[in-house]
């Protein structure tokens, strides 16, 4: 095939087209920051964390430095540390365990459900067992809104409630999804979220939020965002982290939050077409009753006689770009191999791990881009 014939390369996601929609009302936003040089801690971000708090219905929100951080902010806030268990899917990106590990306590992974890909709750209830039986006290889960459908937050709440565990919800694939109708953000103690540059929701670089209805929590949590800083801003009262939000960033999303819902909107259309167009060929994610998804990744299972390797080159000749999320579950990977894992094992993220892979998914993806995109997945399927 010569440099001419070459068929046009679709993206992934498309930044670029998004950039352009926002256009000149992103030039104003960072040339208001650069304009009144408060890089840190500047007006935007406050405004930022009011919308965000008006956006998902939780009382506080507190913006931070990434979603990894979020998360290891509230465990620090919270006390978790060295002998404690908090329990977490296997099948996430590795910063849901990560964050865990990172203050001492211990991971133990759980298994999901095939369907949805999130959090299984029989697992669930075995790995805290497992977690008792290594003499580890359980003292949080961490449910995951993969690829951007909701857990189900009201099974985990209810297991977590016997038990005593508090919920943190790690939104960062999914903040903007619901759950029986109430936006992600206000389920468990705390939620986190990533701005990530390709997350649903993402900026021009890192990016966090944590969300909460516990003003005392709230008050905590900026502590430990700027150093564990108390009243007095040279009397450090806790250990904490450098983890604030740049105003450039805050500027941003406030742009970016304004076209929030329109282009969630759109997301839900693409899934809906691709959920049309190959349906019959693969297994197509599902949404659980009362959930929606703001469709962060558009991940298929190949049926186990598709070679995955050899459909992704087939795709990728066709200037069709596929990535697999996640091709080793956490409990496989070598950081986190030592880890306890739930009675019974993880068949399913291990199975997960093998068959899935995600397919181009962004707000901007034209339909006759997503025909090529469905025609190819269906010859590569079949050959
Ligand atoms: C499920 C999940 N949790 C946490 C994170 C961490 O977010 P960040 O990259 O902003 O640290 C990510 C980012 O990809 C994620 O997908």
Sequence with gaps: MNQLSRPQPIPFIDVAAQRQRLGKSLDEAVARVLGHCQFLGGTEVTQLEQALAAFSGARHVVTCSSGTDA???VLMAKGIGRGDAVLCPSFTFCATGEAVAITGATPVFVDVDAATFNMDTDSLKRGIATAKKHGLKP???IPVDLFGQSADH????TIAAEEGLFVLDDAAQ???ASYKGRRLGTFGLATATSFFPAKPLGCFGDGGAIFTDDAELAHTLRSVRSHGQGADKYDNVRLGLTARLDTMQAAVLIEKLKIFEDEILARSKVA???ASGLGNVVTVPRLAKGCT?????YTIRLPAVTDREGFAAALKAQGIPTAIYYPKSMHQQTAYRGFPVADGGLPVSERLSADVI???MHAYLDASTQDRIIAAVRGAVST
Excluded: T
Excluded at 293 to 297: R, T
């Design 154 to 157: 009201d099974a985990i709440g």
């Design 293 to 297: 998804s703001v469709w962060a990744q």
């Design 139 to 141: 003292k949080a889960v």
């Design 71 to 73: 998360l290891l902010m």
């Design 358 to 360: 995600s397919l181009p």
């Design 174 to 176: 999914g903040f903007g």
């Design 272 to 274: 809906e077409r691709y």
